[in-house]
């Protein structure tokens, strides 16, 4: 199965549409990714692998494709590493981590399977490399079972194992849906064969707290998660469906004592985060940059491919509050510069200033009782928008305006935008915000707010343009 899946993506690789393909982000080479999966440091060199189905731009089978970079920006495509081939995986490897020992890659992962009664099942599995290329799935699959889950833990979602280095061995936080709600329970182990159930970690988040990644950062242990039916509140989570949020605390007897729990990216493109530490001590991020329950013009146009990754992004939480940056690596793909200082009356154009691939930075002075808007992505009337109200302190990053929608099969969508509040800002911000194709990242202050969209525009959408009442000093470099 893997040299099939292999054998395929060379054959059609080469075959995928161009037009929206991205230029510093990773994205599949063929057919369909989602989550990161075993985002690691191996050898020296960053690997991260991706659920991965090769044969259609849908979800499907699930496969572990693969990826290697020197800096975190450029990828490379190392090929399949895992396929669904065994009975304990048979219906799909799902998400998982990995970790360096010594000279080995330690992958694991869920497989999905029925059971002897027919019923679709979730376990734990391990695969292991020496090449960091070649992985071998373990003859005593599944480590972690139905066997070890506590009486009420649903055997259907239990999933996405986060595996951790202990002192005296190791340990394993797991998603698993309980009788009331969802939970993550963690598991230890002595020798990554033997585990057992130490408790819940987290509960009371959500239906399912889905891909947890856990460790320390600047001194807290922090929690991200991809979180399945959170209610709504406001603006602090806004999708109903999935949400990823960050939990910031410490952990005391097992169970983490969470401080502060908010939404790590508002925009409607950003899910299943995973975080490593890079040699020189980054907590660096990387998250799926798309969604379920949303098409994808790559999809309905027949391009032959949709999934893509965010860009990696530096982590630090300052007074409890997780900001996030692009890494410091991108700047060494700047290009051409651009600098102006720009005064916004309404509809205006910047001569000069254009582009589809760049790292564009802002600093907005808005005129009292006014807004500001910049325009990305802009051919005529159709257009991206990035507007700030100060009056409400509401940044939105929307969509809407801007080429083929992401509903079913292009027709209308629920969440076209992400706003969030500036909280204690002014008439005056700062954006950071990339666009690579049909990308959007937006960041704002020190990174305090990010905001991910797709945007998938009809033309060569170069515009950029301002609207509102503002004074804009603009620095844009071509990546
Ligand atoms: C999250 C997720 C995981 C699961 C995987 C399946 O996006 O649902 O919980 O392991 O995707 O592809």
């Known amino acids: 199965m893997l040299q099939k899946a292999e054998a395929y993506v060379?054959?059609?690789?080469?075959?995928?549409?161009?037009t929206f393909r991205p230029r510093f982000h990773l994205a599949t080479p063929v057919g369909w990714i989602n989550d990161p999966n075993g985002f690691c440091v191996f050898r020296g060199r960053y690997h991260v692998f991706a659920q991965f189905h090769p044969y259609d731009s849908v979800w499907g089978p699930m496969h572990w494709g693969h990826w290697v970079s020197?800096?975190?920006?450029?990828w490379t495509w190392l090929g399949v590493a895992l396929a669904p081939d065994s009975p304990?995986?048979?219906?799909?490897?799902?998400?998982?981590?990995?970790?360096?020992?010594?000279?080995?890659?330690?992958?694991?992962?869920?497989?999905?399977?029925?059971?002897?009664?027919?019923?679709?099942?979730?376990?734990?599995?391990i695969a292991e490399s020496h090449d960091g290329i070649h992985f071998e799935k373990w003859a005593c699959n599944p480590v972690i079972g139905v066997k070890d889950l506590p009486p009420d833990g649903a055997p259907e979602d239990f999933r996405d194992p986060k595996l951790i280095r202990t002192p005296d061995g190791w340990r394993v936080i797991a998603a698993n849906r309980g009788e009331k709600n969802g939970r993550q329970l963690s598991f230890v182990?002595?020798?990554?064969?033997?585990?057992?159930?130490?408790?819940?970690?987290?509960?009371?988040?959500?239906?399912?707290?889905?891909?947890?990644?856990y460790g320390p950062c600047d001194g807290r242990d922090l929690m991200l998660t991809s979180v399945m039916n959170l209610p709504q509140d406001g603006l602090r989570f806004q999708n109903g469906h999935h949400d990823v949020v960050y939990l910031v605390g410490q952990e005391r007897d097992g169970r983490l004592l969470p401080e502060r729990m908010e939404a790590v990216d508002l925009g409607p493109d950003f899910y299943a985060p995973q975080r490593i530490r890079t040699p020189d001590g980054r907590s660096v991020m990387i998250a799926w940059m798309d969604m379920w329950q949303t098409d994808s013009p790559t999809h309905y146009l027949g391009h032959g491919w949709r999934g893509q990754f965010t860009i990696a992004r530096e982590l630090s939480i300052r007074d409890g509050r997780l900001l996030q940056r692009p890494?410091?690596?991108?700047?060494?793909?700047?290009?051409?510069?651009?600098?102006?200082?720009?005064?916004v009356d309404?509809?205006?154009?910047?001569?000069?200033?254009?582009?589809?691939?760049?790292?564009?930075?802002?600093?907005?002075?808005?005129?009292?009782?006014?807004?500001?808007?910049?325009?990305l992505l802009q051919d005529g009337g159709e257009y991206f928008s990035v507007r700030y109200d100060p009056?409400?302190?509401?940044?939105?990053?929307d969509r809407s305006r801007c080429g083929y929608t992401m509903g079913p099969g292009g027709g209308p969508e629920v969440k076209p935008a992400g706003r969030a509040v500036l909280e204690g800002a002014t008439d005056r911000i700062s954006l950071r915000i990339l666009v690579?194709?049909?990308?959007?990242?937006?960041?704002?202050?020190?990174?305090e707010v990010a905001l991910t969209t797709l945007a998938f525009p009809k033309g060569p959408a170069e515009g950029i343009s301002f609207a509102g009442q503002c004074a804009v000093h603009v620095r844009k470099w071509a990546l």
């Open 88 to 125: 304990y995986d048979d219906m799909g490897c799902f998400s998982g981590t990995a970790l360096e020992d010594g000279e080995r890659l330690i992958l694991i992962y869920t497989g999905v399977h029925r059971d002897a009664d027919g019923r679709v099942v979730q376990e734990q599995c």
């Open 346 to 375: 309404g509809e205006t154009a910047v001569p000069g200033l254009c582009g589809r691939r760049y790292d564009l930075l802002l600093d907005i002075a808005v005129r009292p009782g006014a807004w500001a808007e910049v325009r």
């Open 70 to 74: 020197d800096d975190l920006v450029v």
């Open 436 to 447: 690579d194709q049909c990308s959007v990242e937006v960041f704002a202050g020190d990174g």
């Open 189 to 213: 182990s002595p020798d990554l064969i033997h585990w057992t159930c130490e408790g819940v970690l987290l509960e009371g988040v959500g239906q399912m707290p889905e891909c947890p990644d």
């Open 327 to 343: 890494v410091r690596e991108l700047e060494r793909l700047r290009g051409e510069a651009f600098e102006a200082d720009v005064q």
């Open 10 to 18: 060379r054959a059609h690789a080469p075959q995928v549409d161009p």
């Open 391 to 397: 009056q409400t302190q509401v940044l939105t990053a």
